[in-house]
């Protein structure tokens, strides 16, 4: 009954959209987001939360008071807002699902030890300003006033956006909790990857978030007319194309998720043997350690190819994000959570994409619940969820906040 609530709420939000057609695109500060935020803020009422409100950086919050009022409070939320074209459940479904367990623990007339806290991130994709986690990094204490100069793909400015949203600019940072306030924070969401179908598991417990390395990688040959013999050429683009199947190739074998988006190759002309060419690679894995040290072993693979094929190479490290593990007790909490659904042995699985728990884990324990999607699709219209799956998740969610009130109660005693 509630997971069916939950699946039209995500459809409902679906429609908040600034794309016709029944596409979905709902980004930082618009009139969407703000739209979106008060249909929320309806649904967290009527869950029977004490109270809602936008917070100085316009995520949508909703309060339910413990035993007695102000005690700190466990956060659960996800985010609101998407990429283009996107599907209606990545971070818009974990949200609804966090108001359908409040509303359940609300309707029992339990007391917890603890308040709860719903919170609809206004930023994680980072689509309109580039930068991603804007709303749970605000929260978290980690924003950067700087950002306020961020511009949108129109010149638009971070700073007016907030202004026009109806935020003061200057105030955002007053977003922060403080860690006195706060227990921890839980987050379910889809996968977004094809793991829990391929294992026939409807939910899985994370266990920590990969931090991305990027760089680019220019390889470096002799440019030359198209009439030279092969045994005279230094072809940059056929050793980078060596270079992108080695890697597939090797990765796994690693443990990384390694992916090159981007090639060019110069001069770029189509009687000219490439000179120099140049790729995008990101480069994931559970932890920072594995992540290293495989990356380490692809570079050293393409330095190979690069020497036998008398190229020349050069490394540009663009991007380093830690990696971040979920805390032990918040995890605890889940897999007692997922327990209460009938799995006792929660299958335990590594993020690679980002998530809202990556920048709230700066202020508290942070654990994450992963719902089965189909084929693993995501930031894509046919992002897709099976009702029973949500159904389970929600029971798991609830489960982990009765299981950790009774622990609460258990340390108090
Ligand atoms: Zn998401």
């Not at 102000?70 to 974990?94: F, M, N, W």
């Not at 932890?287 to 020349?312: K, W």
């Not at 089965?372 to 029973?388: I, T």
């Amino acid at each position: 009954m509630s997971a069916r609530t939950v699946l039209e709420r995500c459809d409902e939000l679906a429609a908040v959209s600034a794309l016709p057609d029944g596409y979905v695109e709902r980004t930082y500060l618009t009139v969407e987001h703000k739209a979106a935020n008060a249909l929320t803020a309806t649904w967290m009422t009527e869950a029977g939360m004490d109270g809602t409100w936008q917070d100085a950086a316009g995520n949508v919050c909703g309060r339910l008071e413990g035993e007695r009022p102000g005690l700190p409070a466990l956060l659960l939320g996800s985010h609101l807002d998407t990429v283009p074209q996107a599907g209606r459940y990545d971070g818009i479904l974990g949200v609804m699902i966090a108001i359908e367990v409040v509303a359940r623990i609300a309707a029992s007339g339990a007391a917890l030890p603890f308040a709860l806290e719903v919170v609809g991130f206004g930023d994680e994709e980072g689509t309109r300003f580039g930068t991603t986690l804007l709303g749970s990094r605000a929260l978290a204490g980690t924003w950067d006033p700087a950002w306020c100069g961020l511009l949108d793909a129109d010149g638009v400015s971070l700073r007016q956006a907030c202004a026009a949203f109806g935020l003061d600019p200057d105030a955002v940072g007053r977003a922060a909790r403080r860690p006195e306030d706060v227990i921890g924070y839980l987050e379910a969401h889809i996968e977004q990857g094809p793991v829990l179908e391929q294992r026939g598991r409807p939910l899985g417990l994370v266990t920590s978030i990969a931090g991305a390395r990027r760089m680019l990688v220019t390889v470096t040959g002799r440019a030359a007319h198209a009439g030279t013999p092969y045994r005279l050429r230094r072809d940059a683009l056929a050793g980078v194309s060596e270079a992108i199947l080695a890697i597939e190739s090797l990765a796994p074998e690693l443990g990384l998720i390694a992916t090159v988006g981007r090639v060019g190759a110069q001069p770029g002309a189509v009687n000219v043997v490439a000179g120099s060419a140049t790729f995008s690679l990101d480069v994931r894995a559970a932890c920072d350690p594995q992540r290293d040290a495989g990356l380490e072993t692809l570079l050293a693979e393409v330095g190979r190819i690069c020497t036998r094929r008398e190229l020349s190479l050069s490394v540009e490290h663009t991007h380093a994000a830690e990696t971040v593990h979920c805390d032990p007790a918040m995890t605890a909490v889940l897999a007692r959570g997922i327990a209460a659904t009938g799995d006792p042995a929660a299958l335990e699985l590594f993020s690679p994409p980002g998530h809202d728990a990556m920048a709230v884990a700066a202020l508290t324990g942070v654990g994450m619940l992963f719902i089965r999607c189909a084929g693993g699709v995501s930031h894509h219209p046919e992002e897709s969820v099976l009702e029973a799956d949500v159904a389970l998740a929600i029971d798991a969610m609830h489960a982990a906040v009765l299981s950790l009130a009774e622990g609460y109660g258990t340390l108090a005693a």
